[in-house]
């Protein structure tokens, strides 16, 4: 949709986010949107980039060869729908019921993405000679592993030398109301994979087995109660929490030999991967568990400190929403994790998260429509001559 001088419109905003959101992509599927969005920027002349790995579509899109370069980094691809007949409208219609437009992946986060590319589309055309380079990385490998995704592209811009400046995720950072928070930063994340090996045996005859499960309550029941930390100024307090405990045979008169154990660590700077090792390992000993653990170091902390992308954010989204956004480091992790170590200005900003991986995700329109104007506004300020 144009206006009167032929510029789009925010409702473009919706018609490409109906687009995306019924193109099927559940992890690592991407469904055709990434092709969709290329040729919308190429037309405007980017130079398109494929970084396909291991059955992951990647796009990397840039305009532009000069410093500052800004990206809009973002993922295409969704998680299950659930149980479908429990939706109000089938997940992938995309219907707009009471202003809202419902959808799997209309929040988390193809709202992010048709904001940000009509964002770049309305910049680019009233900015033609704007300074630096405009980039668009996506990825349909965020909802899953992450190990063919984002990383793949940082390694080829690292490789070649290709610096990224300022970076938004457009992950769904508002809480409460929109344009409330932006995610600056986030926690680590340290998983870990625990064996405690018993003997099996008849229940009736306990002397004669070695239960896995009664050797490890103790020690979990411990583990549960560590307080790691009380965070700082900028980040929450580390948090474990136990996911997963499998044991038995399946019969009831059967003591076990195994019982397995998945948790998971959301850390703050104020501990070092090594102290959670090393704490919870020892508690694993002194508990005389024989055990085998096997770790996953997925995410490390990273923050952006208030500065000119923080700033030209806030602005816009003041001068958009009338909201003071407040910096906040909370949450779970995004492919900001992988960007953020480039020494680059990472954020995350987009719209309410309160219905992502439910049942009737949906976002409101006029949120996304709010949402690519700041967008194009926080580029003017970084881009515009």
């Not at 390694?155 to 992950?171: A, F, H, S, T």
């Not at 059967?254 to 703050?268: D, G, H, K, T």
């Not at 568990?289 to 923080?310: H, K, M, V």
């Not at 967008?375 to 881009?383: K, N, R, S």
Request: hydrophobic content about 35%; overall charge negative; proline content about 5%.
């Amino acid at each position: 949709m144009t206006n009167a001088k032929g510029r789009s419109s925010t409702n473009d905003s919706i018609e490409l986010l109906i687009d995306l959101v019924q193109r099927e992509s559940v992890t690592p599927e991407d469904g055709g949107c990434q092709p969709l969005i290329a040729s919308r920027l190429e037309s405007l002349g980017f130079t398109i980039e494929w970084v396909n790995s291991g059955g992951v579509t990647n796009l990397w899109a840039r305009r532009g060869t000069a410093a500052p370069l800004m990206v809009f980094a973002g993922h295409t691809d969704v998680v299950p729908t659930g149980d479908e007949t429990q939706w109000s409208s089938p997940p992938f219609s995309a219907e707009i019921i009471d202003g809202y437009l419902c959808g799997r992946g209309a929040a988390d986060m193809k709202g992010g993405v048709a904001a940000f590319i009509t964002a770049v589309e309305r910049f680019v055309t009233e900015n033609d000679d704007h300074n630096g380079s405009i980039a668009v990385l996506l990825t349909s490998d965020e909802e899953g592993p992450a190990i063919h995704g984002t990383t793949k592209v940082i390694e080829k811009l690292n490789d070649r030398g290709e610096k990224i400046d300022y970076c938004i995720v457009g992950e769904p950072s508002s809480t409460e109301t929109f344009g409330d928070i932006i995610r600056n930063g986030r926690r680590g994340s340290l998983g870990a994979h625990i064996d405690v090996h018993g003997t099996q045996g008849h229940v009736a005859y306990p002397h004669l087995a070695d239960n896995p499960i009664h050797r490890a309550m103790p020690a979990l029941s411990e583990l549960t109660n560590i307080v790691w930390d009380e965070g700082d100024e900028h980040f929450p307090p580390t948090t474990l929490q136990i996911s997963n405990f499998n044991a038995g045979t399946g019969a009831t008169n059967v003591i076990p030999a195994l019982a397995s154990i998945e948790l998971n660590l959301r850390y703050s700077p104020a501990i070092t991967i090594e102290n959670i090792k090393s704490t919870i390992e020892g508690l694993l000993k002194r508990h005389n568990l024989n055990y085998d653990i096997e770790w996953r170091d997925s995410a490390r902390p990273f923050i952006t400190q208030q500065g000119t992308l923080c700033d030209a954010l806030q602005t816009a989204i003041k001068e958009h929403t009338g909201s003071s956004a407040r910096l906040d480091t909370g949450g779970g992790t995004s492919d900001g994790r992988f960007i953020a170590p480039t020494g680059a200005q990472v954020v995350e900003f987009g719209p309410i998260n309160k219905t992502i991986h439910q049942i009737d995700e949906r976002v409101l329109c006029d949120d996304i429509k709010t949402l690519s104007s700041i967008y194009e506004a926080t580029l003017v300020t970084l881009l515009a001559r």
